[in-house]
């Protein structure tokens, strides 16, 4: 059986943007994707902290130390400027495989 599981996690990213006249996705700090082993144009799940929204899209990769976390496209309207959010990436693995998650909490440094 494959299973849908949690591969890594950036927790309490405050959004710095929000852009909507663009494709759609959101912008990821490319140092912050790294530490959580995601990818450009993975699929993620954004949860917004402040409001409950949750949506699904990719991550764009944004400037090295830019701490940018940016919604673009219809993913703006989840989302206003210093909502806190939680972006979640996935794996799907077999039974008897094992993944133990990254989770950067960035409330806390």
């Known amino acids: 059986m494959k299973r849908h599981m949690m591969k890594s996690k950036i927790a309490y990213a405050v959004l710095t943007d929000a852009n909507l006249f663009y494709e759609g996705s959101i912008g990821i700090d490319q140092d912050i994707m790294d530490q959580a082993n995601i990818l450009p144009n993975e699929q993620v799940q954004v949860v917004n902290a402040n409001n409950g929204e949750r949506l699904i899209t990719y991550a764009i990769a944004l400037e090295r130390g830019s ?17 806190e959010v939680v972006i979640i990436s996935y794996a799907i693995l077999d039974d008897n495989d094992v993944l133990e998650p990254i989770v950067i909490n960035l409330k806390h440094g």
């Open 67 to 83: 701490k940018q976390f940016v919604l673009n496209g219809p993913a703006a309207r989840k989302g206003l400027v210093g909502d």
